[in-house]
């Protein structure tokens, strides 16, 4: 509870008192002085809280009086203990002219009124409004959001809700009421308002009557020296720098620095009395609980923190003892509660903090999914929104106002839905509330509004402008008074009344001014037409109610929402001439209004009240909709019902059905669709079969579809001929008939007669509703406008492969009802069952045998229904419990359940079909539209079709498809992978066949001869052809080719476009078109007729004399040869592919793809606007074949690619290594290397290359049928040449010694850096040519010189005959940086005259070290030096000179390691690592070399010692020729190459070294060079057996080898035991590694995978083997096992290893996985852990090497404002720096100079205070 004045303050003077006495007496001076009269506590209480009592009792002040006391428990501040005169700090939310919003703490709000500010600035006012000046200094002047305040209650007031509202004063003379004249003393921090501004500053209003307190201009200055300009009633926070005359004179400042560092000491007289809220406190945490903290402070008074003042990262630091600095928040007078803040934000006294968050404004949203992480009771409940961020509920947002509090059951529920109602800047939190009745308004914010919307609200109050309306508690909305009704009310008060329910519709809303206009005319709120939102939404032609808001002489002004406004002019009021408008019209009134012009850019509009009434605006209640009937679409279910489905037509989601029975041309797999759809699930490939209105209804049936695809459809009736056939599908069954509908609407009548060429007895068992049938108009009836069909199966022309094409579809429907189903019920039943096929044998049991049916159980099916008929039980004896093998006849996913056979015929072996065969047909299960057949003894089950036609009616059981009925069937296809591997049947049903009849044979009605030359009308001109009407009155077509002779065509003309509708002309047959599908018909014999005619009107063709041999399409293909330029007729545009389409001849279609479309890349944007359809083109035939029916055209003139032509080209794949892969006209493709890409290198060139870009390229040559491509200007710009940066390298002729070329890394190796210089030629830059720094491996280069980098090289020499080219990349050849930063602090390799003296130097202590034999050297050491050596010397590298000698031994071990080719582990262990028996043996010395090193150096210098006097020419020569010897005998003893040739020389040295691992192994060698295996085995043996068992790293390197070796030569077997044997005699860990490591450079995964699995169980402890193997996934490609790896290891490893692991997890991402996937861990890491500087200098130089310049930098910007020591801060601004120096600019590297300087400021201003 909080503290009140009920509780004991013992008070009193420093005079001791007795025992009996101390309690009463200081009861009553509390009682005196706090003046607060209340019952004493009861008897109970005192002795409970006896031990508090006498601690109180003992605290004690300077001044004698004992202080508050601290509250039992913390909770916030609620609105119910705000009492007047208490006070607060708050912050500035919003500014209004005379109002300012405050944010107060806990989340409270409250208002100061202009009349609050100061006594100054409210004289200032009156004066200016007597004086009428115009210039007020109004509150936005002096006030800011953010701006934090010193506040005083002063006024509780309740408003008309009954919501308490706080009236605040930061009028100094109440915020300093208890401050007096002489408490005033020089550092007290306080609050004023500025008086008056004088010459020199200004006179402040610090409240303290007898006191004046004066601001010197000085101390007003900013940080750039320019004086602030005050205002008087300006709020300042001021700190007291001097006091003069007993405080009557005050000196302010208000230096931001100086307030900031002020702290509240008691020195300064603070106490309980004068303390203010804003004053910087040294407090002490007294007891910390979990809602809070209760803290002392200024000696010993008690204060309380609640639990959203505590700094979020530092909650869990706070221990009780723990001296912090905190700023007190809230000061209550009479109780004395002091809460305090230890925000961070709020410790800065004179700053401001953010008023709003930080993300988006979310007040109002409704969050669902947050989590309640805490609640603290009497206070309220933490959330954690779905976003991560936080929010805070008041424990009265709990629960509904009038229900029982309950805060245990609201905690324990796992997900709550909020909505956010406020931010509180002062605790930077968002509130919320649970309430329901609060989540589910609908208008919570003046946002959630939007105009136009109809809305219901309650009649508040009645204005003499209008009428006041609330719609919730806080959104209120003005009705005009003009709006209130339809026409003017004179007494509104006598319709309305408060509390009044009424409907309106949104004018305008402005949520920023809180304004909402409303209107009650019942005309505009219930308007049907569209909405005039914005000007956009007034396109001509549209109608729309608005309102007269001016009548003029000239027109009307209407005004329609959002303050959308037109002109009505004069001429467009009425049909009626109107010369006063005023007196036909009048403000207020409604009217529709139809838009003749909109200019929405100048916000201009012309309007009609006459077009409206007339109709002329046809678009007035119809949205224009894009989707056209034929069009495809996409749509996505909004809704099911029970006769089909709601759908949204993506992306404009407009409203439009599917019915069920368009979901299939199957009407037994409609309700399996249906049923499979969910809502929410989009559908593709739709199409709009009809729209009347807003009416749109769509179709998935594929041969309505293809129909509409292909344009075989009538688009209205007077488009319906006589003998046309359509596709429509059944829309109503009389008894005399069946109605069939087409798109568009159409509607024909099919009567009983000419349904069927059988008798129909009951028309509705022939056809089924939605059924899709083909159908011929036989009658029509002009007037009426409706007509007959006929449904004959002799009547129609089926499509060809129109019976396979169904199947296919119906089972791919099936099958995608299996799939959706599956993934909405993902139980392992549902799984099981999709994943059966027919045919499929499954292991069942016998469950139960009946005689009708058999049921079995299976352990795949728990849960389902298998069952056998009768049928398939025939002659078949089961037993229950009996094991069978059956064969899946039928799956039905509804119900589940599972037909199967166990019929003889259909368990034996599958005998193999013969396509073209006939077999005998057995029916087996028969499922509506399907039946499952078995083809004679093969036992081979496949599914057919029950009605091989659409129209197909069984009328008799005898035709019927029934289980057991037997017919011959033909294999069309043994295997078709659309049936899932089941064989393709054709088989004859009864229905009969279509017969000629003897009138098509003659000319008439019926058709068309081949070759008859008829007359004809045009009727329609098309680009692409031409409607004729014959003269019986059937239609006839012309191909735009067959107009006029072809030599007469012009190219880039319409052919069509010389014909005129309406003429007369002659045409001749030369084919014909299905009526169904417009295709055109192959040319057969020229008996045949045709019903739609294929004509021509080309003059040479119509003479009777010529006879025109009828051509089939495949012949005239075979006429076009490649390379051909022929004459086409553009028709059609494919989008989807950009393709072309065009076609030479009524029969011949050719393709024509991008490439070959354009020639410029201007028009690559929009190739279709180069073509129109119908237009005449010149194309070249690039490729024809007659099977598969291919022809392929060009436009550009080309038709084949040549070499030293340009072209243009796609690019398809950018590869680092490659350059560029592109994709070429004609079917070719090509690469560009990366010095093919331009005239002048850049760096990263390949980055500003994207997939599907179109480039020009030049064809250089082709290789193995790819072409090689230049992308140089130079090269496609040949003629006009240009100077060259990079000129082009084609052979080493061009190349010259000394020669400066750039160039782009290609590798980074051993022998050096190879670098592209051209396509074919590749330079070599060796180590010592490199870089001028000691480099101990190439992967130091490797990292900083990725591929593609581009360097600037010098030609050292060129070898012509072996193709070398060495280069360098030395800065003092090439003049350009080092290829290594300094910053990596590598030493510098010595050159010349100083490595000759250090070679000379170290030579000299060599020999004399030879001499001291009584010193004992480290073997392995002097190996060290003596190798260091003989490299200078011998190989004379250049690199491995190291000429910091006293360094020497300090990184002689790590140099070791380095050059040892071995990855990990023991430093000896890395000698045979690999068991590189040609390179890494060869590369270790043997101990004896040292050894005679040693004596000859001491046999050479004792000789040297013995020699006679001699001339000094002689001793100079002797001189010479001794250092000549010593060289050439120490490079002969360092030779690594020269080791003993025999066994006995092995056998000498390991008498001499028996515990020598390297003896040993060399040993080994020497006879695994001569193949000689099992001494090699022997030796290893051996030397196991020799070294002594202290020596377990010399064992180990024995058993490594030993390891190589079977791994090499030995068996599985073989190494399986000697691993068994390692393991049982060395430390298990390092063996299981080694072995790893061998798995894994032998590119033997799957036993490394494995060993790896092994080591994680054995040594799960151990955090190398955790690392090792996510190495290994991670260079495997596995990131996902990696990740889950990782989890393992962090589960197992003790929690201190979590960070290590991470972060080495992190690196192996960045160096063999997902830099990204890397990236985010470090993130995470390094956000727990901030203070690690090791992990951020490692992802720092991670990110260098794998991120870009934008990510280094964001990084180190983030490093250089961590809370660490100033030392470490300084590390990373010293590499940011050097950063910076390297890969940046002048400016950037100024930049992180500026930010180092601040950091060293605000350091020393730290210091300072």
Request: aromatic share 6%; with cysteine.
């Amino acid at each position: 509870m909080m503290a009140s004045a009920e509780e004991d303050f013992p008070r009193g003077g420093t005079a001791k008192k007795s025992a009996d006495s101390k309690t009463t007496v200081g009861r009553a001076q509390v009682d005196n002085l706090f003046q607060v009269h209340e019952l004493t506590e009861s008897k109970k209480r005192k002795g409970r809280d006896k031990d508090e009592s006498r601690k109180l009792k003992k605290q004690k002040s300077d001044g004698g009086l004992t202080l508050n006391a601290p509250a039992k428990t913390v909770e916030i501040l609620h609105t119910k203990n705000v009492k007047e005169g208490m006070l607060m700090l708050g912050c500035v939310k919003a500014v209004a002219d005379f109002e300012v919003s405050v944010g107060l703490p806990c989340g409270l709000q409250g208002f100061l009124s202009i009349r609050n500010i100061s006594d100054s600035y409210t004289k200032l006012l009156s004066d200016q409004l007597d004086s009428d000046d115009a210039e007020i200094c109004s509150l936005p002047h002096l006030f800011h959001p953010g701006m934090v305040l010193r506040c005083a209650v002063a006024q509780l007031d309740v408003t008309k809700g009954g919501l308490p509202s706080i009236q605040l004063s930061i009028n100094p003379k109440l915020v300093n009421k208890s401050v007096t004249s002489s408490s005033l003393k020089a550092g007290m921090v306080l609050s004023g308002c500025v008086e008056s501004v004088e010459d020199h500053g200004c006179i402040v209003d610090i409240g303290v009557s007898g006191t004046k307190a004066f601001l010197p201009e000085e101390a007003t200055k900013t940080k750039q020296n320019q004086p602030r300009e005050l205002r008087v009633g300006q709020y300042l926070t001021c700190l007291v720098e001097a006091v003069k005359n007993d405080g009557r004179v005050v000196r302010l400042s208000v230096n931001p620095d100086a307030v900031a560092q002020a702290c509240a000491e008691p020195k300064l007289g603070w106490s309980l009395t004068n303390l203010l809220p804003g004053l910087l406190v040294k407090a002490t945490v007294k007891k910390v609980t979990k809602h809070g903290l209760l803290l002392d402070f200024l000696s010993s008074f008690s204060a309380q923190v609640d639990f959203m003042h505590m700094e979020p990262e530092q909650t869990s630091t706070y221990t009780e003892g723990l001296q912090v600095q905190a700023c007190v928040l809230y000061v209550e007078p009479s109780t004395r509660l002091v809460g305090l803040t230890l925000r961070r934000y709020l410790l800065q006294p004179g700053s401001g903090i953010d008023p709003v968050p930080a993300g988006r404004d979310r007040v109002g949203e409704v969050l669902k999914g947050c989590k309640m992480i805490a609640m603290h009771h009497l206070s309220g409940a933490v959330l954690e929104l779905p976003d991560g961020s936080r929010a805070f509920v008041h424990r009265n947002h709990l629960k509904e106002p009038n229900e029982p509090a309950n805060e245990n059951r609201v905690y324990a529920a796992p997900e709550h839905s909020c909505r956010i109602l406020n931010f509180s800047p002062m605790e930077q939190i968002h509130f919320a509330s649970l309430r329901k009745s609060v989540i589910e308004k609908l208008f919570y914010r003046y946002q959630d509004l939007k105009a136009g919307q109809v809305v219901e609200g309650t009649v508040s109050s009645l204005l003499s402008q209008g009428m006041v309306v609330h719609l919730s508690d806080h959104i209120k909305g003005l009705v005009p008074r003009t709006h209130l009704s339809d026409i003017v009310l004179k007494n509104p008060e006598k319709k309305y009344v408060p509390g009044m329910k009424v409907k309106c519709r949104v004018l305008s809303v402005e949520p920023e001014g809180k304004k909402l206009y409303l209107t009650r005319k019942k005309a505009l709120v219930e308007s049907s037409l569209p909405l005039f939102l914005s000007y956009s939404d007034a396109r001509p032609g549209r109608v729309s109610h608005g309102f007269i808001v001016c009548v003029k002489d000239f027109g009307c002004i209407v005004r329609f929402y959002n303050d959308v406004k037109g002109l009505v002019p004069l001429g467009e009021l009425s049909s009626e001439p109107i010369v006063h408008p005023e007196e036909a019209f009048y403000v207020g009134q409604v009217l529709k209004a139809a838009v003749l012009q909109c200019d929405p850019e100048r916000s201009k509009m012309i309007l009609s009240f006459k077009a409206a009434v007339e109709g002329v605006a046809v678009e007035a209640a119809e949205p224009h909709v894009d989707c056209e009937v034929g069009k495809k679409l996409e749509a996505k279910v909004v809704k099911k019902s029970v006769n089909g489905l709601e759908v949204d037509i993506l992306p404009d989601e407009i409203r439009a059905v599917l019915p069920t029975m368009h979901l299939s041309d199957h009407t037994s797999n409609c309700p399996l669709l249906w049923e499979g759809l969910q809502e929410g699930d989009v559908i593709s490939n739709v199409v709009c079969v009809n729209r009347k209105k807003l009416n749109i209804t769509l179709t998935k049936k594929p041969m309505l579809r293809r129909a509409l695809e292909e344009g075989a459809i009538a688009k209205d009736f007077s488009e319906v001929t006589v003998g046309m056939q359509l596709v429509g599908w059944v829309k109503n069954i009389m008894p005399y008939g069946v109605f069939v509908e087409f798109p568009y609407g159409l509607l024909g009548l099919a009567p009983k007669s000419a349904m069927s060429d059988k008798f129909i007895s009951d028309v509705t068992s022939a056809f089924q509703l939605g059924q899709t049938v083909f159908a011929k108009v036989t009658n029509l009836d002009e007037e009426k406008r409706r007509f007959l069909v006929t449904l004959k199966i002799s009547e129609i022309i089926s499509p060809e492969g129109n019976i396979q094409t169904r199947l296919v579809n119906g089972l791919q429907e099936r099958k995608a009802v299996k799939e959706m189903l599956s993934l909405r019920d993902a139980t392992e039943l549902t799984q099981n069952l999709a994943a059966l096929s027919v045919g499929e044998r499954l292991k069942l049991t016998v469950d139960s045998v009946k005689d009708s049916t058999a049921m079995f159980k299976s352990d795949r099916l728990t849960g389902a229904t298998v069952l056998a008929s009768k049928w398939h039980m025939k002659g078949v004896s089961l037993t229950v419990g009996q094991k069978v093998s059956a064969p899946v006849l039928h799956v039905d996913l509804l119900s589940t359940c599972v037909y199967v056979s166990v019929l003889p015929d259909l368990m034996g072996k599958k005998k193999t079909l013969n396509e073209g065969y006939r077999y005998t047909a057995t029916v087996q299960h028969v499922d509506t539209d399907f039946a499952v057949v078995s083809l004679g003894d093969t036992a081979q089950l496949t599914v057919i079709q029950t009605r091989n036609h659409l129209n197909e009616v069984v009328t008799e059981a005898s035709d019927r498809l029934e289980v057991g009925r037997k017919f011959s069937v033909q294999v069309v296809e043994a295997s078709c992978e659309e049936l899932q591997g089941l064989p393709l049947l054709s088989w004859e049903s009864s229905a009969p066949k279509r017969q000629r009849t003897t009138s098509e044979g003659q000319v008439g009605s019926r058709g068309h001869r081949f070759g008859d030359i008829l007359q004809a009308t045009v009727s329609s001109v098309k680009p692409t052809c031409i409607q004729l009407t014959l003269e019986d009155g059937s239609k006839g077509s012309v191909h735009v080719s067959q107009i006029m002779e072809p030599d007469l065509v012009r190219i880039g003309s319409f052919p069509t476009s010389s014909v005129k509708v309406g003429s007369r002309v002659t045409a001749r047959v030369i084919g014909g078109r299905e009526a169904s599908s417009h295709r055109f018909l192959p040319f057969s014999h020229p008996r045949f007729t045709y019903t739609i005619p294929e004509l021509t009107l080309i003059p040479s063709k119509l003479d009777e004399n010529i006879d025109l041999p009828p051509v089939k399409a495949k012949e005239k293909l075979e006429l076009y040869k490649a390379g051909d330029e022929i004459t086409c007729f553009v028709s059609k545009f494919h989008a989807d592919r950009r393709s072309l389409e065009v076609t030479p001849d009524p029969c011949v279609t050719g393709t024509v793809e991008l490439l070959a479309i354009i020639s410029d890349l201007k028009n690559a944007l929009h190739p279709e606007k180069l073509y129109k359809l119908g237009q005449a083109v010149r194309a070249k035939v690039v490729e024809v074949s007659a099977k598969p029916p291919r022809f392929v055209l060009s436009l550009t003139g080309v038709h084949k690619l040549e070499e030293g032509c340009s072209t243009l080209g796609m690019v398809t794949a950018i590869h680092p290594q490659l350059g560029l892969q592109v994709k070429l006209p004609f079917g070719g493709s090509g690469t560009v290397s990366v010095t093919d890409l331009a005239d002048a290198y850049r760096p990263n060139q390949l980055q500003t290359f994207s997939k599907d870009q179109l480039v020009r390229c030049f064809l250089l040559c082709q290789e193995n049928g790819k072409w090689h491509l230049s992308l140089r200007p130079s090269r496609l710009n040949s003629k006009q040449p240009k100077a060259v940066k990079d000129p082009e390298v084609k052979s080493l002729d061009e190349l010259q010694a000394g020669q400066i070329i750039r160039g782009f890394v290609k590798s980074v190796g051993e022998q050096g850096v190879f670098i592209r210089l051209s396509r074919t030629i590749t330079g070599r830059a060796q180590l010592q040519q490199t870089t001028q720094y000691f480099v101990s491996s190439h992967s130091v280069l490797a990292e900083h010189l990725p591929p593609n980098s581009l360097l600037s090289t010098k030609v050292l020499s060129i070898d012509k005959e072996k193709e070398f080219v060495e280069l360098s990349l030395l800065p003092v050849d090439t003049g350009k940086p080092d290829v290594l930063p300094e910053s990596l602090k590598l030493p510098l390799r010595l050159t010349g005259e100083q490595k000759q003296k250090y070679d000379l130097k170290r030579k000299r202590q060599l020999s004399e070290s030879g001499q001291q034999k009584g010193e004992d050297i480290p073997t392995k050491k002097k190996k060290k030096k003596e190798k260091r050596r003989a490299k200078a010397d011998g190989e004379d590298s250049g690199v491995e000179v190291y000429f910091r000698e006293e360094e020497e031994d300090e990184e002689e071990k790590p140099k070791r390691s380095k050059e040892t080719p071995a990855s990990s582990g023991p430093s000896r262990l890395q000698v045979t690592a690999g068991f590189s028996w040609d390179e890494g043996l060869s590369a270790l010395k043997p101990p004896s070399a040292a050894q005679e090193a040693e004596s000859s150096d001491a046999e050479d210098h004792d000789r040297s010692e013995k020699t006679q006097k001699k001339s000094r020419h002689e001793l100079e020569q002797e001189k010479k020729a001794a250092e000549r010897a010593l060289v050439q005998r120490e490079a002969e003893l360092m030779d690594p190459n020269l080791r003993p040739q025999d066994a006995s020389a092995f056998e000498r040295l390991i008498l001499a070294s028996p515990n020598s691992s390297l003896l040993w192994l060399q040993y080994m060698a020497h006879h695994l060079q001569a193949t000689q295996i099992e001494q090699a085995r022997s030796v290893a043996e051996r030397a196991l057996k020799t070294i002594s068992f202290r020596e377990e790293q010399e064992k180990l390197n024995v058993w490594v080898a030993l390891l190589n070796l079977e791994n090499m030569y030995g068996t599985e077997e073989s190494l399986k035991k000697v691993f068994e044997r390692a393991v049982q005699f060395c430390e298990p860990m390092p063996v299981y590694q080694q072995l790893a490591d061998i798995y894994n450079k032998c590119n033997k995964t799957k036993e490394a995978e494995s060993l790896y699995k092994t080591m994680v169980k054995r040594f799960r402890q151990n955090k190398a083997v955790w690392l090792s193997y996510g190495s290994f996934l991670l260079q495997q490609g596995q990131s996902n096992a990696a990740s889950a790896l990782l989890q393992r290891a962090l589960a197992s490893l003790p929690a201190k290893e979590s960070v290590d692991v991470i972060a080495k997890f992190a690196q192996l991402e960045f160096r063999y996985g997902n830099p990204e996937t890397g990236r985010s861990m470090f993130d995470k890491v390094l956000t727990s852990y901030p203070k690690r500087t090791d992990l951020w200098s490692i992802f720092i130089d991670l990110e260098i090497k794998h991120g870009s310049q934008k990510e280094v930098r964001a990084l180190f910007d983030r490093v250089i404002h961590l809370s660490i020591s100033a030392k470490k801060i300084k590390f990373f601004f010293k590499r940011y720096l050097e950063y910076e120096k390297k890969h940046g600019t002048a400016e950037s590297v100024q930049a992180v100079k500026d930010k180092a300087v601040e950091f060293v400021e605000a350091k020393g201003a730290e210091g300072s205070s």
